[in-house]
């Protein structure tokens, strides 16, 4: 048995465009942008070196979220299948393209994430930026309880 997949951080190139297959499946694509970034060898500063287009495909439940959250512009994580298909452009060249069946996508950007209606429980704490605080509910003024021993 083989087995791989794939975890991209990127933006979304354009809106999410939804569908419905002809039994009622609902399904979701959109476009993702991962740009590259290096030192140059010379100068040793830091240089774009490219951005990868990945088309991403998400089924069900999950892909009607997606069409109802993310937004052009929006930064998110993929998780998924990846597979690549060759095809012939318009002016005869030879393309390739990136295709991720996701299992899993959440949006990064702070504002969806407080905005959304299942707030925090919606983006689990594996897949929480570093830079994205646990927020806790601040505790009762019930006077002194056994939290206030511990040492942190």
């Given at each position: 048995?083989?087995?791989?997949k794939l975890?991209?951080?990127?933006?979304?190139?354009?809106d999410?465009e939804?569908?419905?297959?002809?039994?009622g499946?609902?399904v979701t694509?959109?476009s993702?942008?991962v740009?590259?970034?290096g030192?140059?060898?010379?100068?040793?500063?830091?240089?774009?070196?490219?951005?990868d287009?990945?088309?991403v495909t998400?089924?069900?439940?999950?892909?009607e979220r997606a069409?109802?959250?993310?937004r052009?512009?929006?930064?998110?994580?993929?998780e998924?299948r990846f597979r690549t298909?060759?095809?012939e452009?318009r002016?005869?060249?030879k393309?390739?393209?990136?295709?991720?069946?996701?299992?899993?996508v959440?949006?990064?950007?702070?504002?969806?994430?407080?905005?959304?209606?299942?707030?925090?429980?919606?983006?689990?704490?594996e897949?929480r930026?570093?830079?994205s605080?646990?927020?806790?509910p601040?505790p009762?003024?019930?006077?002194?309880?056994?939290?206030?021993?511990?040492?942190?």
């Amino acid at each position: 048995m083989a087995f791989a997949k794939l975890m991209i951080i990127g933006n979304l190139g354009r809106d999410p465009e939804m569908r419905y297959t002809p039994s009622g499946r609902p399904v979701t694509e959109f476009s993702v942008a991962v740009s590259h970034r290096g030192r140059d060898q010379q100068s040793g500063e830091w240089v774009d070196q490219g951005t990868d287009w990945y088309r991403v495909t998400i089924w069900g439940d999950r892909g009607e979220r997606a069409a109802e959250q993310l937004r052009k512009g929006m930064r998110v994580f993929v998780e998924g299948r990846f597979r690549t298909r060759e095809y012939e452009a318009r002016d005869g060249a030879k393309r390739t393209a990136l295709e991720i069946t996701a299992d899993n996508v959440m949006s990064l950007d702070r504002s969806a994430r407080d905005e959304g209606e299942g707030g925090e429980a919606a983006f689990p704490a594996e897949a929480r930026p570093a830079s994205s605080p646990v927020r806790r509910p601040a505790p009762a003024d019930d006077g002194p309880s056994d939290l206030d021993d511990l040492p942190f």
